[in-house]
């Protein structure tokens, strides 16, 4: 592929996969201020419970195999429609597997009623996994305006019906049948709109191919997804389903900043990335700027949330949901370093190395969870939510330095491409801050005063000292911008 034409298609990944991520994200966003009014922080809590079971599953279903069709310089038919079985085969064992577990389940947290809940809501594995080839063909293509128009569909029907279920006493009911309908309308939009569909071939020799590299990954996503998700195991045994809602909650508002542009980065830059992987020098160029205008982005929305976590949260969700404010602040600092982590992780993956990502992945998740029970057990809820602020550092410090090792983008270089956005973003914070403390007024009032001033300070001293990321977004829009002027008035050939 012409580095031209690279991109080209990587600008306009970004902005269509952010316009996916971002557009689904505010209709969740709005329709979780109506849904937190609606149910009660037990009907979140009870949910989140149950999504290590599902999550893990998940996980387990796309076994590594999209990560190794995307790595796949050119994969054969053969190929998708032998993973797309394999898919449908493990969805089904796993689904029976959940379904004969759930009353189990139920008795370890002494709730009956997520037995019922479970077997319903394990059916989204069965319907995801329809999906799975066709929406990594389409990533796979760089197609990422056709996924965010089909995801932003969906997410407006089945939010939608949530709602009104939600408003008609459906409970935590609504929220199972949110997560069935949103799964459904999206795969029945993929298979209508997309031509492929599966041969009725399975090739063992594809699918030891790919599992030789997949095998890596699945292992890896495995014990990155447990970890990530063992707060819901611990959390919801040792305290109330509300408490677990509070947390919940708190996360959520997290991953808004954090998780929610990461993934939008991390998606386009992957194959991108898988497509310069024998050109080192012109990965760690577009390596740096990846993550520099990540960094642009998510370290100044933390602090942001951060200032603002109780203004926010009592605005958002109302004032019955202000416990989750401290889980929320911890979990922000949390998420500068996991904004970071996927960019690093999936360098690695594009050269091949998932041998490596998987020694290492158990390193660093198995002192991270060492961190959190440990926490836990030392000081409660908030020595878990420390454990994970020291593991979210940890694994990124360990990701930059794979980096280091086998792409040669180094820790150093790395570290002084994002300190001029760090300190910009704290000054802009401690300014807002300060303020905050000098005047006693209406906390919603004071927060808008404090917003207004942190983006001004930010984007002030961006432009002032000419920043590279600041540079690169101007960029960015400015191709965007001529992109779509040129749709509108395409330029006429010259006779």
């Known amino acids: 592929m012409a580095q031209g034409s690279l991109r080209a298609k990587t600008i306009s990944g970004v902005f269509w996969s952010a316009l996916q991520k971002f557009g689904v994200m505010a209709i969740s966003f709005i329709s979780n201020i109506v849904l937190a009014r609606l149910l009660s922080p037990d009907d979140f809590g009870c949910i989140g419970m149950l999504a290590i079971f599902i999550v893990i599953s998940s996980t387990f279903i796309d076994g590594g195999f999209g990560s190794a069709l995307i790595q796949k310089k050119e994969p054969t038919e053969e190929d998708y ?68 128009i089909i995801d932003i569909v969906s997410a407006v029907i089945s939010i939608t019906v949530t709602i009104v279920l939600a408003a008609n006493g459906w409970g935590i009911w609504a929220l199972v049948a949110q997560q069935l309908m949103l799964c459904s309308i999206t795969t029945l939009i993929l298979w209508l709109t997309n031509k492929w569909h599966p041969k009725w071939v399975f090739s063992w020799q594809s699918f030891r191919e790919l599992f030789n590299f997949g095998l890596f990954i699945l292992i890896a996503n495995l014990v990155n997804t447990f970890c990530n998700n063992i707060q819901g195991l611990l959390i919801g045994k040792i305290y109330n389903p509300a408490t677990m809602g509070y947390y919940s909650q708190g996360k959520k508002l997290e991953e808004l900043s954090s998780t929610s542009i990461s993934s939008v980065v991390d998606r386009v830059a992957y194959p991108v990335l898988a497509e310069m992987q024998n050109d080192l020098p012109r990965m760690v160029r577009s390596l740096s700027r990846f993550i520099t205008s990540l960094a642009y982005l998510t370290i100044p929305l933390m602090l942001l949330f951060i200032l603002l976590a109780d203004p926010m949260i009592h605005l958002i969700y109302s004032e019955k949901w202000l416990p989750a404010v401290p889980y929320f602040q911890i979990l922000c600092i949390a998420g500068i370093a996991i904004s970071l982590q996927g960019i690093n992780y999936y360098a690695i993956a594009a050269i091949g190395r998932s041998g490596k990502l998987l020694l290492w992945t158990l390193v ?26 020291v593991t979210s550092y940890l694994i990124y410090f360990i990701n930059a330095s794979l980096v280091h090792r086998y792409v040669g983008y180094k820790v150093q270089r790395q570290m002084l491409d994002l300190l001029p956005i760090a300190l910009i973003a704290v000054a802009a914070f401690v300014l807002a801050f300060w303020v905050g403390k000098l005047w006693v007024i209406n906390k919603f009032a004071m927060g808008g005063i404090q917003l207004a001033l942190f983006l001004v300070v930010y984007l002030g001293l961006s432009y002032l000292l000419k920043l590279q990321a600041f540079r690169n977004f101007q960029e960015i829009f400015q191709d965007v911008l001529k ?11 010259q006779a």
């Open 81 to 148: 429609s032998t993973i797309f079985y394999w898919n449908m085969i493990l969805s089904l064992v796993l689904y029976g597997i959940l379904f004969i577990s759930a009353p189990a389940i139920a008795r370890y947290y002494e709730i009956p009623l997520l037995s019922d809940v479970l077997r319903v809501e394990g059916i989204v594995l069965i319907i995801n996994a329809l999906s799975i080839i066709q929406n990594n063909r389409l990533r796979k293509q760089l197609k990422f305006r056709k996924l965010a």
């Open 483 to 493: 992109s779509f002027k040129n749709k509108i008035h395409p330029i006429k050939p």
């Open 364 to 389: 660093k998740r198995g002192v991270g969870l060492v961190l959190v029970v440990g926490g836990l057990a030392a000081f409660g809820m908030y020595g878990l939510l420390a454990g994970m602020v």
